[in-house]
DNA sequence: TTGATAAGCTACAGTGACTTTAGATAAAGG
DNA sequence: CCTTTATCTAAAGTCACTGTAGCTTATCAA
């Protein structure tokens, strides 16, 4: 039986976050020691591993439910899990590239900015007038 | 004068995001018509499009209100916001190759996955076994 | 057995940057 | 005057945790 710690120190995962998934329902309810702390088996530091793999690639708590589920029912079509990654991939294609022309307007700022006074700033003045930027970065947080 | 709805059709910010930004100190508190209705002058509407397309470029709200205060001081050195915006670029630079490790590994995994059951999906086993990654991707939300 | 220390417990508030909801009031046009 | 559209406040919800306060339990050496 393994203490709640353990499983943190094996995971690199925050006790708190632990608890955490136990609440939302990601984690099992552990069961109890008589004066109250959580134990755990084996499985269970697997489901978290699991979860904590899938969270550093970036994907969403609900879709590791939804992985979790698959994984739960081994004779299932390997077909919908394969969707959720592709799902992940092509997200993190976008915002690859949005944060690509960031950088390209952000260096260009940067670059043509020649420290003299905030009067004549080209970093503020960027900041002031979109029409001076090269492309449209409409969308915030995409 | 004008009313809430149009700087939020002029600068694509929702009205309630207006209000929030009023609310945190981001914008001046704006006058009332007799009824008690929000009315603005062209230089709130300037001060809105400062905040959204510095938001575009990714500042976080704290800095805006940094790049805020210098573009309200003029007389002050340039140096500054020259400052803030290298240290944005660079976690613009750092969110870009932790993406692309990302895509890497996401790419690998839908690639080897060939629609078999889950008992043998590759986008599973690699959930479940973080040793079958290339990178280490250890850090979440960097 | 005692006592110290480390580890664990609950419950709740805070983070960032908003968004959503509910229910009410104001303004504008015909 | 009436209807429609716009605006108002206040509070809760989002995501994925993190931090805090104030306790209680477990473990180990002396």
């Known amino acids: 039986m393994l203490a709640i710690g353990t499983l943190s120190r094996k995971t690199g995962t925050k006790v708190q976050t632990i608890r955490y998934y136990e609440q939302i329902g990601l984690m099992n309810e552990a069961g109890r020691t008589s004066g109250g702390q959580r134990r755990y088996y084996v499985k269970d530091l697997d489901r978290l591993a699991f979860i904590r793999h899938s969270r550093q690639l970036g994907f969403s708590l609900d879709s590791i439910r939804e ?3 698959l994984s739960d029912n081994p004779s299932q079509s390997c077909a919908e899990a394969d969707s ?56 915030i947080g995409a």
């Open 67 to 69: 992985l979790l589920d």
């Open 84 to 139: 959720i990654a592709r799902r992940q991939l092509r997200q993190v294609e976008q915002r690859i590239k949005r944060l690509q022309a960031l950088k390209k307007e952000l260096k260009r700022m940067v670059a043509e900015c020649d420290g003299e006074s905030v009067a004549e700033c080209k970093v503020l003045e960027v900041l002031r007038d979109h029409s001076e930027c090269l492309t449209n970065h409409d969308e």
